[in-house]
Structures are given as C-alpha cells and as structure tokens.
C-alpha cells in the first residue's frame, strides 16, 4: 500500500500536485477491534464521536480491507450508513455481493461464488465424483461450501461427507472429523476455512495414520507457512489450491530490497524485520553493557551495512502473491476515482445541476460514485474494474506444492481459471506439472462406484447419493455408447444393437429368397408338383375315351387337374422378395384354385350319389344326371370365393411391409393380410367346402365301385382339414420366413393330398393294369356289387 502510494505521489499525469497519505490499523482478528478501528478512520480521533469528524482538512477518501471476510463484514454494515467507499483486498464471502446490505463495498479479488465455481470445474476436469468437504463454522467456510456443494451437484458430483470446522477449538469435534476423513473411501477432499481454523483439525490428522487424500485448498488456507513443515507435507503433498492469479508489480521487489530501518524510521515493523532476518538485535540505549558486549564479541549486533539481496529470496517471491496484488489495485482504484473528481468540469458533472465534488471537501457518497466508474490498466497491462455487485473480473490460478530437495515446501503454477471464458475453454490444467502424493503416480480415481461402460446403465441404490449405483446391461433390444448412461435408448427402427450393447448396427434383411437352401427345395417342390398334375393331364387327355377317364364326369377332371396346376405353381408366388402386387396375387391365387379344387370334388362326389340313385325306377333324378349341374355347382361355389378375393382387393387388400420389430435384429419384407377379417373369411370358405365335401363323400363311400370316387375323396378330405387345422397354429406361432414356408408347406401338402388320393388309383389303372380300363370289367365289378347288396 506504501509503494502504490509512492508511485501515484510521484505520477506526473495522477492526482498531479495531490498528495495521498495512509492511516493503518490492525483489527487483529477481533470483530470489535475491526470496529473501533473503522471508528477511528470516520471521526478521526482515538475517542470516537458517532458522525462527529474532527479530522480538519483531510478528508478520509477509502477505507481498504479488511483481510479476513468476517472482519470485512461488520466494517461494510457500518460504513454502508455513511456510502464510505470501502474496497477489499482479500474478503471474498459471497454475502458482501449483496448490495442491499453493503451499498459501498466493493473488492479486488473475486467473490467465493466463482471461487467454489472454480473448484467445482477442477473436481470435474479431473473426473472426481466423490467429494468430501470441511468448512469452517463462519459466512467464509459455510456460504463458500454451499455453493461449492450448488455447483457439483450441477456437475454430477456427489458429497462424500460435510463436517464443520468449529472456530473454537474442541477436541471432540476435531476428532469426529478425522475419524470421518479416516472412514470414507472419498480420496478428494476440499477445505474452505482459515489457517487458524484448519491448524488445529490439521495437527490431529498429522498424527493419525490417513494417507492418500489428495487436499483442495481454498484461497483461505492455501498456500499458507504454517503447513510447510515436513509433519504437515507428509500428507498434504499434492495439494492443489486456488488463489488469484499472481502480479508481478515492476520495481516492487527492487522497494523491499531498499527499505532499511535508518532510511524509514517511521515504519517500526522495518527494523523487526530487520532483526528476524539477518538474526541480529539493534543496538538499544536501554541495553545493558555487558547484553552489548556479549552481541558484539558474537557477531549479532545489527550494523545497517547487512543486504536484503543475499537472504532467502522466498519470502519475496511470496509478497507478490494473493493479497499484495489486490491491495495495490484497490489503492488505485482509489487513486483514479479521486483523479476522475479532481479533473471533474463544473457544469458538467454527474451530480445535480452538473455539479463536481470538491476534491478537497467531497462527501463520501461522491466519491463512491466514481469509484463504481473506475476502468483502467494497471501497471502489469491488466484491465481493472467492478461490475454491478463490486467485484472484479474473475480468474484464478491453481498451484500444486512439492518438498523441495532441499527440505524446503515449493509451489508451482499448474493452470488457469477464467469464469468469463466460454464452457470447455474457460479451464486450462497441466497435468504434468503435478506432483501427487507418494500413493499415486498419476491423478487418483475419487468414485463412490466404478464407472459403467458402454453397454451398461447406472441403477442408483436406494438410500445412497446419486454416485453410488450398480450397473446392470441394457436390455436386448437397447444400447447404451457412453460411460455412466443414467439410461439405455433405443436404435432406429432399421437398426439394432451391437453384440456389446454400446452402438447400433444395420439390420438384416429378412425374407424367403429363391437363393437359400429352405427357398430352393421349396421352389422345386413346386415346380415337380406342378408338372405332375400336368403329366396326368396329359395322360387323361391322351386315354380320354377309356371307361376310368370317362367316369365321374371327365371334363371336371380335367378342371381340377388345371386347378391343381394353379395350386402348385402359386407356391412360387410366395418366395422371392415380396412387392404389394405379389401379395395380393399369392393369397388371391391359392384361395381361387382350392376353391375351384374343392368345389369339383364336391360336385364329382354329389353326381355319384344321383347317379346312382337316378338307376332306380321310381327316382326322378334322371333330370339332373349330365354335365350341366356338376358345372354349375363348380361355377356357383368357385364364384363365391372370387366375390370374397375381389372384396378383400377393394376393401383392404393384403401389401409389403417392412416388419422391423417381431425379430431381434431384422428386417423382415412381409406381406401383411390387409384385412385379417377377409383373410379369415377366405380360408373359412375353403374349410366349409371341404367339410361339406367330406360329409357328402362320407356319406357316399359305399355306393357301387364303378361310379364311386367317394372313398378317394374321403381320404383326399381328410389330409386337406388336418393340413389347414395345422396350418392355423403353426402359421400364428413362426414368424418371418419360416411363416412363409409354413404356408407353403400347407398350400404342397394339400394339393399333394388332393393329386395322390383322387388321380393316383386312375393313373395307375391306365398305365399299368390297361386290362381293368374296360367296360365290360367296370360292368362286371358293378353286376357283382350289385348281387352282393341284394
């Protein structure tokens, strides 16, 4: 504060022909000495006369300080009734931000809300989730914690344990917090307190085996003489603090270097100083001769002639840190608020009528009118100033101290904090510049549980902090790609997940293709039943006159012949990648042609039974024995079937979808029925045919052998119900192209059952027993018969 008044006294362009003094008072760390001090300043005189100043013609222009926030504190209430400009160099309590209880304070150094900021994204650049702190019992420790604590749970930090520094001291409390400190696993632990506070619960840990906690200091303890000494270091070694960043002021160290006790009588701290430095007394009238001649003969009188050059230079290096800095800022701001009056312009001022202050009688609330205006480069090129709440622009740096190999405690600048810099930029660490605790090589883990990987998700435990949980995998149809997911997602409807869980990958594309085995033997089981029906066409075609072709209707034979055709060959419809046209065609198809298949079995068995019921005498069925019924009921019970096709078109015909959630991990290219209702109602229809066939064929199976199919046809009945009762669940119970081929597999059986029971027999009589395709052999068959009935 001296050398800042120094300089401004001797500046040629601030406050020229002004001359700025200082008056000094130590509040001692006593609230009421704080007070009586402040007092002291205001009236100027020892015996204080509330709003009484008897100070004469030097006003009282700022008072700086204090130091310590709980000191700063009662100082503001108090010259807040005044608007008495106070600006603080080291009080950092968020509270004093609070320009309705402290309308003239304001400070140089940065509020504990972007210090606890700070800390918060340092415990977050490290990845640290499980966090212990200490706070002392005062506005300091517990505003700087809570907000410590606002901001890591903003981050997804837990609080391992909070414990109290109480500031008188008490052996049970102090031990209750290093048995805590000792019990949790958190390996980080931050400490918003005072040295005087900390020493005490510092002094119990030192002597307790805890190891392996690396230290966060608060700019209130950190770095602080009194925890150098090797008990301390042994633990606190890699300790990182935040501090306000160091100022270099030019010709500073050179002003300490030259203070000397002879040259600066005034300053009675010089000459102590003097002495604990070079380890020397001065030389005292009141001394006694022999006390003088016994310093003398060893050397420890103090001659002047000694040089601050050759001592330790730590303890310089030390007095341009923190609060020096600070302290020549706040002096200038002072300076240039005062020049901003003196250089004031009548008429054109901020008061009313555009009045200036008078620099030699100005209240005090005119004063901190331009203080709150002050903005200026300081000596180190540093843009000071105070924005609405009186504090300045905020930046920390961080230190980390190391035990020298000299035994002695070092502390180097690791990085950087900057609150106005954009998120991700704003903090600039070095790791390798730290130097951790002996227990690790590198950063520590500081987690309640170890993280979950990719594929996994975190289920918190009941009754812990957020940072505590398991993690248990994603379920099948779910993936998680980061570390710590609070919860798993879904992939893209086209996608799956990975064998790991951690990403998402295409799906297959599913569908009964010509190309794989199962599509291959169905497509030539098609074919091969195709041309079999074909083959007994041709046959039928060939021995058309023989009596076998020529019973039971042989146009209708044919028919059913070409419908079986029909059938076989709509299978291959069914493989090969669908299309909307496809769909409908194959559903369509196989419905038509068992329509038509089942209605000329029902129309074979029905003109057996008038054919023979017509032979007796008093039957007027002979009407009705021909071509032109069986073709009718053909016609009319196929019609039917192709009214319920075209409505199912019309109405919701069947179409291709992409069906991308029946099966884990494909794609299946389906048809969709369109309308289940018309689908029911198609394969209802083909169920009531042929059960209506059966019965009549049933019925009929005992009627003379050279009319009667009915028991082929029976038979023939039998296999299509059970193939298509089976269909129905297996159908419902696969799903992708195993449905299909169910289908298909239903769709072959059944015209297979359908060919085999009613052609077979004949084409076994054409071509390998020619001797019973006569009709004298079917005429005898039928005599015998007939004999046997009688």
């Known amino acids: 504060m001296a050398f800042a008044l120094n300089e401004i006294n001797k500046s040629s362009y601030l406050l020229p022909n002004i001359t700025l003094g200082l008056w000094i008072y130590d509040s001692c760390n006593a609230q009421s000495r704080s007070l009586q001090g402040t007092m002291w300043q205001l009236t100027g005189n020892k015996d204080p006369i509330p709003n009484y100043a008897c100070r004469g013609t030097s006003p009282l222009a700022a008072v700086i ?74 506005d300091y420790g517990l505003i700087g914690s809570q907000m410590l604590k606002e901001e890591m749970v903003k981050a997804g930090v837990c609080v391992a344990f909070y414990k109290i520094i109480p500031l008188f001291y008490s052996q049970e409390k102090i031990q209750r917090i290093v048995e805590v400190v000792k019990k949790m696993t958190a390996r980080v632990i931050v400490v918003f307190s005072s040295a005087e506070n900390l020493y005490p619960v510092m002094l119990k840990i030192s002597k307790s085996d805890i190891s392996g906690k690396v230290w966060i200091a608060s700019d209130g303890w950190g770095p602080f003489p009194i925890f150098n000494e090797k008990d301390f270091f042994k633990f606190l070694k890699g300790t990182i603090g935040i501090t306000i960043p ?33 380890g020397c007394r001065w030389a005292d009238p009141n001394m006694d001769q022999a006390t003088l ?38 002096v200038y701001m002072v300076a240039h608020a005062l020049h901003a009056m003196y250089s004031c312009e009548p008429g054109k001022g901020p008061f009313f009528n555009g009045t200036c202050g008078d620099i030699k009688h100005f209240e005090p609330w005119q004063l901190l009118h331009y203080v709150w205006k002050v903005r200026f480069q300081n000596t180190m090129g540093r843009e000071i100033f105070f924005d609405k709440n009186g504090n300045p622009p905020a930046a920390y740096d961080f230190y980390n101290c190391y035990l020298t190999s000299s035994g002695s405690v070092a502390c180097v600048n690791i ?36 993280s979950c990987g990719p594929g996994f998700q975190k289920a918190i435990l009941e009754g812990q902090p957020a940072c505590c949980f398991d993690c248990i995998p994603c379920s099948k149809d779910e993936f998680s790609n980061q570390t710590d997911a609070t919860e798993c997602m879904k992939c893209p409807d086209d996608q799956w997940p990975t064998k790991r869980q951690d990403g998402c990958q295409k799906k297959s594309i599913e569908f009964l293709s010509y190309q794989e085995p199962l599509g291959m033997v169905l497509a030539v089981t098609s074919g091969l039943g195709a041309l079999m029906p074909s083959a007994i066409l041709v046959v039928f075609i060939q021995n058309r006159h023989t009596p076998v072709v020529k019973a039971n209707n042989r146009e209708l034979s044919y028919l059913l012949l070409l419908a079986l055709i029909l059938s076989f060959g709509c299978s291959l419809v069914f493989i090969g990648r669908p299309t909307t046209l496809t769909c409908i065609v194959r559903h369509m198809t196989f419905g038509i042609a068992f329509a038509i298949c089942i209605s000329c079995l029902l129309a ?25 019924l069986p073709n009718i009921l053909v016609l009319t019970c196929s019609l039917v079937q192709v009214l319920i096709c075209v409505s199912w078109k019309v109405i919701a015909p069947p179409f291709y979808q992409m069906n991308m959630k029946s099966q884990m991990g494909k794609i299946i290219l389906e048809c969709n029925e369109g309308s289940l209702v018309a689908f029911c109602l198609m394969l209802g229809y083909m169920g009531l045919l042929s059960t209506l066939s059966f019965i009549v064929a049933f019925l009929a199976r005992k009627l003379p052998d050279s009319f009667n199919e009915a028991k082929f046809i029976t038979f023939s009945m039998l296999i299509f119900i059970a193939v298509w009762l089976s269909f129905i669940p297996a159908y419902l119970s696969t799903t992708g192209k195993y449905t299909v081929a169910v289908e298909i ?6 015209s297979a059952g359908l060919l085999g029971c009613i052609f077979f027999p004949k084409c076994y009589i054409i071509l390998f027993r020619p001797d019973m395709n006569t009709k004298e052999f079917l005429m005898g068959k039928a005599t015998g018969s007939l004999k046997k009935t009688k």
């Open 65 to 138: 300080g204090d130091s310590q926030s709980q000191m700063s504190i009662p100082i503001a209430q108090l010259l807040g009734v005044y608007k008495q400009t106070q600006i603080s160099y080291a009080s950092t309590v968020a509270t004093l931000s609070d320009k309705s209880q402290f309308p003239s304070f304001l400070r140089t150094v940065p509020s504990d809300d972007l210090q606890s900021l700070g800390i918060a994204r340092l415990i977050n650049f490290f990845g640290w989730t499980w966090v212990g702190i200490l706070a002392e019992n005062n």
């Open 246 to 278: 160091t100022g270099n002021i030019p010709m500073f160290k050179e002003y300490l270097y030259n203070l000397h006790p002879l040259r600066t009588t005034e300053d009675i701290f010089v000459g102590q100083f003097w002495e604990e430095a070079f």
């Open 293 to 330: 001649q016994e310093l003398s003969r060893e050397g420890k009188l103090c001659t002047g002639k000694e040089d601050l050059r050759t001592i330790d230079d730590h303890f310089f290096d030390k007095t341009i840190l923190r609060s020096t800095y600070n302290n020549y800022n706040a």
């Open 415 to 450: 990085g950087h904090y900057d609150s106005g810099a954009a998120r991700g930029q704003d903090i600039k660490i070095n790791t390798s510049a730290i130097t951790w605790n002996e227990d690790y090589a590198q950063a520590p883990v500081s987690v309640c549980s170890e």
């Open 604 to 628: 074979k068995t029905i003109m057996v039974v008038i054919a023979f019921n017509a032979t007796k005498p008093t039957s007027n069925l002979k009407l009705w024995v021909g071509p032109r």
């Open 745 to 750: 597999f239903a769709i072959l059986s059944s």
